[in-house]
C-alpha cells in the first residue's frame, strides 16, 4: 500500500504561483511514477503532469505545458508541482498519484492505483 498526502492548495489571485506538494509513504518512493491531476466541480478528472521513477522523464498535459512543473526530491519521499501564471480556469480540487507497475508515461486516472485525498486551489480572477 502507498499513503499519499498534498498541501499546498489554497487561494491565488490570476497569474500567481503556487506549488503543491505530494508526501507518499507505505513504499519504496524512489520505485513509483508518480502523477498529478485535477478535477473542478462537474469536470472528469484531468492529467496534469506525470514524472516517471527516476526523475529522468516527464509528461504533461497541454493545457498546463509551460506553466506547471512536476519534479520529485526521493529523499523527502515528496513529488511538487509548480503551477505559474495560474489563471480562473485553473480552480480545482488537485490530486497526486502513483503507480509501481505500470511504465512511464501514464495519463489516465485508471493507470495509477494510489490517490491522495486532493488539495484544493481556487484561483481568483
Known amino acids: 500500500q502507498v499513503q499519499l498526502v498534498e498541501s499546498g492548495g489554497g487561494l491565488v489571485q490570476a497569474g500567481g504561483s503556487l506549488r503543491l506538494s505530494c508526501v507518499a509513504s507505505?513504499?519504496?518512493?524512489?520505485?513509483?511514477?508518480m502523477g498529478w491531476f485535477r478535477q473542478a466541480p462537474g469536470k472528469e478528472r484531468e492529467f496534469l503532469a506525470g514524472?516517471?521513477?527516476?526523475?529522468?522523464?516527464?509528461n504533461y498535459a497541454d493545457a498546463v505545458k509551460g506553466r506547471f512543473t512536476i519534479s520529485r526530491d526521493d529523499a523527502k519521499n515528496t513529488v511538487f508541482l509548480q503551477m505559474n501564471s495560474l489563471r480562473y480556469e485553473d480552480t480545482a480540487a488537485y490530486f497526486c498519484?502513483?503507480?509501481?507497475?505500470?511504465?512511464?508515461?501514464?495519463?489516465?486516472?485508471?493507470?495509477?492505483?494510489?490517490w491522495g485525498q486532493g488539495t484544493q486551489v481556487t484561483v481568483s480572477s
Open positions: 507505505g513504499r519504496s518512493f524512489s520505485s513509483l511514477q
Open positions: 498519484a502513483a503507480d509501481l507497475i505500470r511504465h512511464f508515461p501514464l495519463h489516465l486516472p485508471d493507470e495509477y492505483d494510489y
Open positions: 514524472i516517471s521513477w527516476s526523475g529522468r522523464s516527464t
